[in-house]
């Protein structure tokens, strides 16, 4: 079911075209394009209110862009081609397209009147039509990946923010997506909580699955990016290796970025 | 000088284990003052090199209570306050037994006569009947409020209007007298002469249907905006979540949205069930004969007035006290997972209390 690990990844083609979108009078995302490989980790960085979360949100069509398109795997997101028009989606085939990205939120969350393991098994059930059973069990399978299968029965309130955050992983996987959406996930957690978060981040990169991934968290963009992105004002200013953006920024927006959240002594 | 004080104290080895004598401990209890200050000069900057301790000082002993007794503190107010409430309420108890003019031999007789019974069935079923439709009609009413098309919010926000801004007793009467302002009720295609059937408005129009229709579409309006309040109150990630997981938009509201705006809806609900139960006292104007409407007979005839009110009154609090019984434990359904620990029910509240108490008792303090 899940992509197999070390075979070179077929699914999960990001394509995003000249995308805009409004909010009102403001315009936060001027014509972004940008593609994440099969299998590719994409990390996106960049000052807060610079677009970052947006774009991400507009992957899997929880913002409806004002003008461009996005497509996985060569299928636009949210419309359908039928002749020389692009029809809006029905709900229900957005709701199938999303079955097929996985998105992991700032805040969780996580449902609090559900189990840890009723979190994760909920939507393989209801949006894919899988047996009660197979969801628990494979619930339970994911929960053990994110060490914690011995809280399968715990209610969120009554976990840390870390194991909600795993929970919440571990839920966006339960549905074996192509893509996984990463919007700040260590931005609420206590500072020692963060490590927990990405290293069940850092096994998924490995995995073969494609993850795009908006974070503060510079050390760990170092690691496990293939490609980082930076956004200042609603544009991609710049994107490269790690090697290249971190060490060796092209552009006076990136480097005055990074020279202000960049420890001195950090370096490759 | 406090923080050096605490420095010392914290590197000091535990005085566990070493039973002190109440000798050293009246000695230590007297010291921290003394301690403080030579500590505090002795050491200088001299304190993070050789971990906090004064420099060829041996270590001293922290003040070491444990041995002491506490004293409660007294609250002499408290006493005479509840002394007074407790003297108030004797003296009802003793006026509400001792008066002979509230004849509870008459209310005895009557509390559970056969037509009086026939009245509070009546009741139950009219506070069943309309409360579930109401809030089922309500719940309606607030998805359409909520709802993305103009019409049917302002549907909605005109339902709620009306039936909020008219008297219920206007609107009983209205449905019962519907009759006379459209004298037959018939379903057929609008705007054709194509009927599929008709009645007479009085046959249908029973008065047990107009106190429904009324009770139910008052009810509506009000259980609408509760029920949308508590939908206002999840958190829209939760709405967000949900849609990125791809669930379907009906599962959405039932699963992930109602059971988390059921704990703000109960509280206010189960106060308007309460109230449906005494408000439907008010269709004793349609001479429907539920429980209030049977007493009022029964003491036109009898002219016990006052024992028979009290009838009407016991049965009603007999009523809400059931529904808060069910009303705590349905908000205690609805509160797992939102506080860490379900809070106790009085069940087992009462049996900690008496274990506790055992247990202090026990104990020769």
Redesign the interface.
């Known amino acids: 079911m899940t992509a197999t690990l070390s075979a070179p990844a077929t699914r999960g083609l990001v394509e995003i075209t000249g995308v805009r979108k409004s909010f009102g009078a403001t315009e936060v995302l001027k014509g972004v394009s940008l593609t994440v490989e099969p299998g590719g980790v994409a990390v996106i960085v960049g000052p807060s209110g610079s677009g970052k979360s947006t774009l991400l949100r507009t992957i899997?069509h929880?913002e409806k862009v004002d003008g461009g398109h996005i497509s996985i795997d060569g299928k636009l997101v949210g419309y359908e081609v039928r002749g020389q028009k692009l029809h809006e989606l029905r709900?229900?085939d957005i709701?199938?397209?999303?079955?097929e990205?996985?998105?992991v939120?700032q805040?969780f969350?996580?449902?609090?009147?559900?189990?840890a393991l009723e979190n994760v098994a909920?939507?393989p059930v209801?949006?894919?039509g899988r047996s009660k059973e197979e969801a628990r069990r494979r619930g339970l399978e994911l929960l053990d990946r994110v060490g914690l299968k011995d809280r399968a029965g715990a209610?969120?309130?009554?976990l840390s923010g870390g194991q909600q955050q795993r929970v919440a992983i571990a839920?966006?996987l339960a549905?074996d997506p192509k893509i996984l959406l990463f919007d700040e996930p260590t931005s609420a957690l206590d500072p020692e909580l963060v490590n927990e978060v990405l290293d069940v981040i850092r096994e998924l990169a490995k995995s073969g699955t494609t993850l795009i991934i908006v974070t503060h968290e510079m050390g760990f963009a170092r690691d496990v990016a293939d490609t980082v992105v930076f956004m200042d004002q609603g544009q991609i200013v710049e994107q490269g290796t790690p090697q290249q953006i971190f060490t060796n920024p092209q552009e006076p927006r990136t480097r005055s970025f990074f020279s202000k959240v960049l420890e001195p002594a950090f370096n490759i | 000088m406090s923080s050096a004080t605490s420095r010392v104290a914290q590197a000091r080895p535990a005085p566990t284990g070493e039973p002190a004598t109440t000798a050293e401990a009246g000695a230590a209890a007297a010291a921290p003052g003394q301690a403080a200050t030579e500590t505090a000069s002795a050491a200088g900057g001299n304190l993070t090199s050789d971990g906090g301790l004064p420099p060829g000082g041996a270590p001293r002993l922290a003040a070491d209570y444990s041995s002491y007794r506490v004293v409660a503190a007294k609250h002499p107010w408290r006493w005479v306050g509840t002394a007074v409430v407790a003297l108030g309420v004797l003296a009802v108890a003793w006026s509400l037994a001792t008066n002979p003019r509230w004849e509870w031999g008459v209310v005895a007789q009557w509390f559970t006569a056969q037509s009086v019974v026939n009245g509070l069935v009546e009741t139950l079923k009219l506070t069943a009947i309309s409360g579930i439709l109401g809030f089922v009609l309500g719940f309606i009413l607030a998805l359409m409020r909520l709802s993305a098309s103009p019409l049917l919010v302002s549907v909605s926000w005109t339902f709620s209007w009306i039936f909020r801004s008219t008297p219920l007793l206007v609107q009983l009467l209205l449905w019962y007298n519907l009759g006379y302002l459209y004298e037959k009720i018939s379903l057929g295609i609008p705007f054709t002469d194509v009927r599929f059937f008709e009645v007479q408005t009085t046959t249908l129009i029973s008065q047990f249907a107009a106190a429904v229709l009324g009770l139910t579409l008052n009810q509506a309006a009000y259980s609408a905006e509760i029920i949308r309040g508590g939908i206002l109150s999840v958190?829209q990630?939760?709405l967000?979540?949900?849609?990125?997981?791809?669930?379907?938009?009906w599962?959405r509201s039932t699963?992930?949205v109602l059971?988390?705006a059921m704990r703000a809806i109960l509280p206010t609900a189960f106060n308007e069930i309460i109230g449906l139960v005494k408000g439907t006292s008010i269709v004793y104007v349609l001479a429907y004969s539920e429980l209030f409407y049977t007493v009022q007979v029964i003491y036109n005839r009898t002219q016990q007035v006052l024992p028979l009110l009290l009838v009407a009154t016991l049965w009603y609090v007999v009523i809400t006290s059931v529904l808060s019984v069910f009303q705590y434990y349905i908000e205690r359904h609805?509160s797992?997972?939102?506080?860490?620990n379900l809070p106790l029910t009085p069940l087992q509240k009462a049996r900690k209390f008496f274990a506790t108490h055992a247990v202090t008792n026990r104990k020769s303090l």
Do not use: S
């Open positions: 899997n929880l709900e229900k709701l199938k397209q999303r079955t990205i996985g998105m939120f805040n969350n996580l449902f609090p009147h559900l189990t909920e939507a209801v949006a894919q209610y969120p309130r009554q839920r966006a549905l | 958190d990630g939760q967000e979540a949900a849609a990125a997981l791809g669930i379907p938009t599962r699963r992930i059971p988390q609805y797992k997972g939102a506080v860490r």
